[in-house]
């Protein structure tokens, strides 16, 4: 199984405010950069969703793929894929952990295993860049709402 990659931020808000940044799919071609189509397919009976279908165009990484989220509240999200084209296996997550009231210490762990062979050191720089990208984007459109 492929390393898994881990990276943090602080964010000005609330837990609350940030799970239903992250749980709301059908805006996140508004706010990312590479999620093209988000489409919820079966929600749980908290209401959030339980599968979603993805079309991705992140350069050198273009994929359709569905993953299954399973939620524990607004501490902790986490998905695994169900299937894709580039992507043999994707396992992520978000944990949120308040520090304060209205500030709240995000931690994003993904591992991504790509059905084209890709070197290590390539591998972890793509994987970098694309969670500080979606940190620094989650970020800005819970921050932005909150304006």
């Known amino acids: ?85 580039m992507m043999r296996a994707q396992d992520g997550s978000y944990v949120l952990r308040p520090e304060r009231p209205g500030r709240t210490h995000v931690t994003y762990s993904l591992t991504v295993d790509l059905v084209i062979p890709m070197l290590g050191l390539l591998k972890r720089k793509a994987e970098r860049v694309v969670m500080d990208t979606a940190l620094k984007e989650l970020k800005k459109r819970v921050e932005g709402l909150r304006v």
């Open 1 to 85: 199984m492929p390393d898994e990659s881990t990276q943090s931020i602080t964010i000005d808000a609330d837990p609350p405010e940030i799970m239903a940044v992250i749980a709301d799919f059908p805006q996140y071609p508004v706010w990312t950069g590479s999620v093209k189509r988000a489409e919820v397919l079966e929600t749980g009976p908290d209401g959030r969703a339980r599968r979603v279908a993805f079309a991705l165009d992140a350069g050198i990484v273009r994929d359709q793929y569905e993953l299954r989220y399973e939620w524990e509240g607004d501490r902790r999200v986490e998905w695994h894929l169900i299937s894709g084209q």
